[in-house]
């Protein structure tokens, strides 16, 4: 069980009250709210361990409020949302939302989604001072600058280190094409995508047993890539 604090902001109201009633039946700490401008006040007053945040609530769009919660709290944000389209969470993901769930969703995948984002988010308030990144077979040292699978030396190039340097630092979360681009080629390159496929082809070739079925490198359909948290 857990006492994790969580903020709920739907609309929907049937909706709200199955998450906040199965959420509340496994442990979490519920407030849940229907509207943008409850849901700052909330985080600014509160100490809260993760967000549920739908898009399309009828004060102002989900989008808009992204940036000001991040403004004033780390909390991880998932977004809940029916807008199925990249585009659309291309534009939640690079406004700050920490991990984006289609509706309709099933609990269970909800609950991990959570899982990760609480882990992350411990993570990085008590960072590990080795700087290592270690999933099953994989590690990655960052300040060793080494990369080992099955306890055997990869040689990676220089910027295949830097981008799994970033997704390292972001361990868990969905980082789009352009976010990406931007941390390891520059902001004059957000829209060279053919670099990132290229580097992320090369990385699982090297790190994956199934380039075609990635283990640590996971493809975010249309959006990005994250890796791997457990």
């Known amino acids: 069980m857990t006492s994790k604090q969580v903020l709920l902001v739907e609309d929907d109201e049937h909706l709200r009250v199955m998450l906040l009633t199965a959420l509340t039946e496994y442990g979490y700490q519920v407030t849940a709210t229907k509207t943008a401008s409850a849901a700052f006040q909330i985080v600014r ?21 992204i940036p000001m919660l991040k403004g004033i709290a ?9 807008r199925d389209k990249e585009v659309q969470k291309i534009a939640a993901l690079d406004a700050g939302a920490d991990d984006y769930l289609t509706k309709p969703f099933g609990v269970g995948e909800l609950l991990a989604r959570m899982r990760s984002a609480l ?21 990655v040292d960052i300040h060793k600058h080494q990369v080992l699978l099955a306890g055997e030396l990869v040689h990676v190039t220089p910027v295949e280190f830097r981008l799994l340097e970033v997704l390292v630092r972001y361990t868990g979360k969905v980082m789009t094409h352009r976010q990406l681009l931007r941390e390891v080629w520059g902001p004059n390159h ?12 090369q990385l699982r070739r090297k790190l994956e047993v199934n380039p075609a079925e990635p283990q640590y490198l996971l493809t975010e359909p249309g959006v990005g890539y994250r890796l791997a948290f457990e």
């Open 74 to 82: 780390d909390t991880p944000i998932i977004i809940i949302s029916a």
């Open 45 to 65: 007053e509160s100490e809260l361990d993760v967000i549920l945040l739908d898009l399309g609530l009828p004060d102002f769009d989900g989008n808009q409020l």
């Open 119 to 139: 882990r992350r988010s411990l993570q990085i308030a008590q960072p590990i001072r080795s700087g290592r990144y270690l999933c099953r077979d994989l590690e």
């Open 190 to 201: 957000e829209e060279d995508g053919h670099y990132l496929r290229i580097y992320m082809r």
